[in-house]
């Protein structure tokens, strides 16, 4: 015979299991819904960084391409300046030439009487054209000069943009196995 004592001990066992199973059930719904949930927060705030991430590189990249702009556009301006100088010496050299050669003309023109006055002219013309070569050759050095430091710039900036792109990837990276090591 079964003791009636254990029958409802057993009963209120099986009733206590039942009540500790459907705990256990809700209890692991309750979890996997908040699981579900972060695991969406987690997904959003990826997209959400990677949305950050695509729009910063987009300013970078639009940021190098207007300062590659600006710089290509002062080497234009000077180099335009210096061919606008080059071309102004150029021309004074021409008309200094052809001031020399009517003086020399004129000189063999006035004959033995004249030669003084002329050798004299020919004399101050010489120096004026001494100093006016020196004066060129001062401001071709001075346009030299200049072309070296914008290509000394230009190289700088090159290698600027190189550095920041390589630190740009690096952080990427670095981003990137952060969201590794978090998935």
């Known amino acids: 015979m079964v003791n ?15 009540l500790d199973s459907e705990r256990l059930r809700e ?5 996997r819904e908040e699981l579900e949930i972060l695991q969406h927060d987690n997904e959003r705030n990826i ?36 061919q606008a100088s080059v ?18 003309d004129e000189l063999e ?12 002219t020919l004399r101050s013309s010489s120096d004026e054209i001494r100093q006016l070569k020196k004066t060129v050759s001062t401001l071709r050095d001075a346009l030299e000069s200049q072309r070296y430091e914008y290509e000394a710039k230009i190289q700088k900036i090159a290698v600027e943009t190189v550095d920041e792109k390589n630190q740009l990837k690096k952080t990427i990276s670095s981003l990137r196995d952060k969201l590794e090591k978090k998935s």
């Open 109 to 120: 023109s006035f004959g033995y009487e004249k030669d003084t006055a002329v050798q004299n």
């Open 4 to 18: 009636p004592q254990k029958s409802v001990s057993i009963e209120e066992a099986l009733r206590r299991s039942q």
């Open 27 to 31: 209890t692991i719904k309750v979890l």
């Open 47 to 82: 997209q959400k960084i990677f949305a950050k991430n695509a729009d910063e590189i987009r300013q970078l990249k639009d940021t190098i391409v207007c300062l590659r702009d600006s710089l290509e556009n002062i080497q234009f301006e000077k180099d335009a300046e210096a």
């Open 87 to 104: 071309q102004v010496f150029s021309d004074e050299i021409r008309q200094l030439r052809k001031t020399v050669s009517t003086l020399r």
